[in-house]
T-cell receptor, first 115, second 109 residues
Framework: DGGITQSPKYLFRKEGQNVTLSCEQN?????MYWYRQDPGQGLRLIYY???????QKGDIAEGYSVSREKKESFPLTVTSAQKNPTAFYLC??????????????FGNGTRLTVT | KNEVEQSPQNLTAQEGEFITINCSYS?????LHWLQQHPGGGIVSLFM???GKKKHGRLIATINIQEKHSSLHITASHPRDSAVYIC???????????FGQGTRLTINP
């Protein structure tokens, strides 16, 4: 079955360390997204990519970086510059470049804890 | 004020009750999504609407574009419907979605 795989499910890091969250999809989707979810808040967009080798900053990109070298992969790096990195991170994809008639597919998320 | 407001924030009901969750938004949109997030964290897309009404099993979603309002209804609710339900809109001309804060639904047996 096609879907989005995020790994790992739980991740623990010390403050000051960079950490990379994996997102892989086998849906042949063009567009991929990274969201951050904090308690009591709606999902906030970190970065998105509409095509291989291209990506754009979302609303809260500071302290994060991404790459899109392959269509199926969109890893997110949480750098030491991110002031409050502890959160639940969700990866999503759609089957065209953000067309309004494309449903979103989500991974199961990675819960990152930085101490 | 958030662009997308959901109500109620929390809802507890007994099994079998008819459930309504509301979503109001303040901008012109090209589509509205209803999503379901289970306690494990994964999110499933339930509906995508640009007009009218959609039905899938016991779930019904409606949208009134003029009033900038959508509702998600669950008939004959069941404890397995317990989850957070999230409304998201795609503003006209935008590539990004704007999310509501979610409604936490608990159905007691």
């Amino acid at each position: 079955d096609g879907g989005i795989t995020q790994s790992p499910k739980y991740l623990f890091r010390k403050e000051g360390q960079n950490v990379t969250l994996s997102c892989e999809q086998n849906l042949n989707h063009d567009a991929m997204y990274w969201y951050r979810q904090d308690p009591g808040q709606g999902l906030r967009l970190i970065y998105y990519s509409q095509i291989v080798n291209d990506f754009q900053k979302g609303d809260i990109a500071e302290g994060y970086s991404v790459s899109r070298e392959k269509k199926e992969s969109f890893p997110l790096t949480v750098t030491s510059a991110q002031k409050n990195p502890t959160a639940f991170y969700l990866c999503a994809s759609t089957d065209s470049s953000g067309s309004y008639n494309s449903p979103l597919h989500f991974g199961n998320g990675t819960r990152l804890t930085v101490t | 004020k958030n662009e997308v407001e959901q109500s109620p924030q929390n809802l507890t009901a007994q099994e079998g009750e008819f459930i309504t969750i509301n979503c109001s938004y303040s901008v012109g949109i090209s589509a509205l999504h209803w999503l379901q997030q289970h306690p494990g964290g994964g999110i499933v897309s339930l509906f995508m609407l640009s007009s009218g009404k959609k039905k899938h099993g016991r779930l019904i979603a409606t949208i009134n574009i003029q009033e900038k309002h959508s509702s998600l209804h669950i008939t004959a609710s069941h404890p397995r419907d317990s989850a957070v339900y999230i409304c998201a809109v795609r503003p006209q001309g935008a590539q990004k979605l704007v999310f509501g804060q979610g409604t936490r639904l608990t159905i007691n047996p």
